[in-house]
């Protein structure tokens, strides 16, 4: 059994059980500033946090400590982080801040090390990221670029880049992304073939899509400051809207539950069957900006209920790292700073004492009997079925020996050997990739069909130019002559 989880993060980073009712099980505190970008990774182990002056600090969820770096290289003023996502499986956390910059961070025991990739893209700020398969990234930018992130190759380019549109975040579906802009616009993206296409009308507002944080669920959220619509990826519609007089700040979206930060201080949860009314609310004494869901193991939750919080008015202190060095003299940063409360850590344990011997009483083995009585249908059945008759009474012996097949068990068919429910399971699979394909072609002819109309009208116009050349010239000769 799992439990549903719930992180939100402002002046400090509180833990919620938000299954039934909002309960807080854990409040940690983040040192002098307000996160702007909260992350929690996908073992639960880690809550990335990066701050509106720069900082960027990794708290564990069991322990009451934080790792934290500036975002800057050498003596450079902090850049303000905009997005941030801790890899799954690596000991890695990728950032993206306002001047454009693109970074991937080692993590080891001692702090945040050098970035292994350090890429700008000029003139424009990182808005969101998303983690793909085999150790890509994608990142959009408010200057309407998608960009690709290798971390296995240390490289990273843009793949596209839409014209006049200030991109907010990004998503991926299946083999194809989903980014959203400022003007209320939702576009697919092809990386495989760089391409991308608008796919449904603006909202004529700020949008941002969320994708459903349970894969097997098909479905996104598209997020207005004061709208939300439940979006069915395939095929491609509209399934619920919640409306809100209220700032919608942030959203995020765990398999029926959707969780809200309504003006920052009022904190609520909709069912996606019943989308008008939220099913639980909750007022936050402090502002929050942020908040993300998470399931985890329910034993993992009660423990973590029986340890006290973390009080958020206790000092910290702060004990300075050297970050990892290389060879190459550019590669100097900021002391990186490991922060441990200084009150000690109390845990609750049970007062009984585990029993250390186990009474044991001596097995003694008894001949067992055998009595079978039948009935005259099961004599009529046996008569009629001598395998079955034959295979009880068999011997454990003459069991390893020899098999017998039941012959309800051969008669019946496999599911997986019925053609048809392969060519249905195929056919639900390839269908939105048929009709995205079908769009795609459809575009693309649209747009050569508009290239060829324009050509020929340049060439018409270039002819109707040289006539009038030569006619000038005529009108000349005939004058000279």
């Known amino acids: 059994m799992s439990q549903l989880m719930l992180c939100t993060a402002g002046k400090s980073t509180t833990i919620w059980l938000a299954d039934t009712a909002f309960h807080a099980l854990r409040t940690l505190p983040i040192p002098e500033s307000t996160a702007t970008v909260i992350n929690w990774n996908h073992n639960n182990n880690y809550i990335l946090l990066c701050s509106d002056r720069g900082e960027i600090y990794l708290q564990s969820t069991k322990k009451e400590t934080v790792m934290s770096t500036v975002n800057r290289i050498g003596e450079e003023t902090p850049h303000k982080v905009t997005c941030g996502y801790v890899l799954s499986g690596s000991r890695l956390v990728a950032t993206g ?90 576009y697919r993206v092809y990386p495989g073939i760089k391409r991308f296409m608008e796919i449904l009308e603006s909202r004529k507002a700020p949008l941002r899509i969320i994708k459903n944080r349970n894969p097997s669920i098909n479905q996104a959220l598209l997020h207005t400051p004061h709208s939300i619509e439940l979006l069915t990826l395939s095929p491609l519609q509209i399934d619920g809207v919640f409306t809100s007089t209220q700032t919608i700040n942030a959203c995020d979206f765990s398999a029926d539950r959707i969780a809200l930060l309504l003006d920052g201080t009022c904190l609520a949860v909709i069912d996606t069957a019943a989308m008008a009314q939220p099913v639980l609310q909750q007022q936050l004494e402090e502002p929050c900006v942020c908040v993300q869901f998470q399931r985890v193991p329910q034993s993992s939750a009660a423990h973590r209920l029986s340890n006290p919080p973390v009080v958020t008015s206790q000092p910290v202190v702060s004990v300075p790292v050297t970050p990892f060095m290389t060879s190459n003299p550019m590669m100097a940063s900021s002391p990186t700073a490991t922060t441990i409360p200084n009150s000690p850590i109390t845990a609750t344990m049970p007062n009984s004492p585990l029993p250390t011997t186990i009474p044991t009483s001596p097995i003694t083995s008894m001949p067992m009997e055998h009595s079978v009585s039948t009935t005259p249908i099961q004599e009529r059945d046996s008569e009629r079925s001598p395998v079955k008759e034959e295979s009880v009474l068999t011997s454990p012996v003459e069991l390893g020996r020899k098999r017998t097949v039941n012959p309800s068990h051969a008669d019946s068919p496999s599911p997986f050997r019925n053609s048809e429910d392969i060519r249905s399971c195929v056919r639900e699979v390839m269908q939105p990739m048929i009709d995205d394909l079908k769009v795609y072609i459809h575009n693309e002819i649209l747009n050569i069909k508009e290239t060829m109309v324009n050509q020929i009208t340049t060439q018409e116009a270039i002819i109707d130019q040289q006539q009038q050349c030569i006619e000038m010239l005529e009108q000349l000769l005939q004058e000279r002559k």
């Open 97 to 186: 801040d306002e001047d454009g910059n693109i970074r991937v961070w080692p993590v080891s025991k001692a702090g945040f090390e050098y970035p292994i990739i350090n890429e700008r893209v000029p003139d424009c700020s990182i808005t969101s990221i998303v983690e793909a398969a085999n150790q890509i990234v994608y990142m959009c930018t408010s200057g309407g670029h998608i960009m690709e992130v290798n971390i296995a190759k240390r490289s990273c380019s843009c793949i596209c880049q839409i014209a006049n549109e200030c991109l907010l975040s990004i998503c991926q579906i299946g083999n194809s992304l989903m980014t959203t802009s400022e003007e209320g616009r939702l």
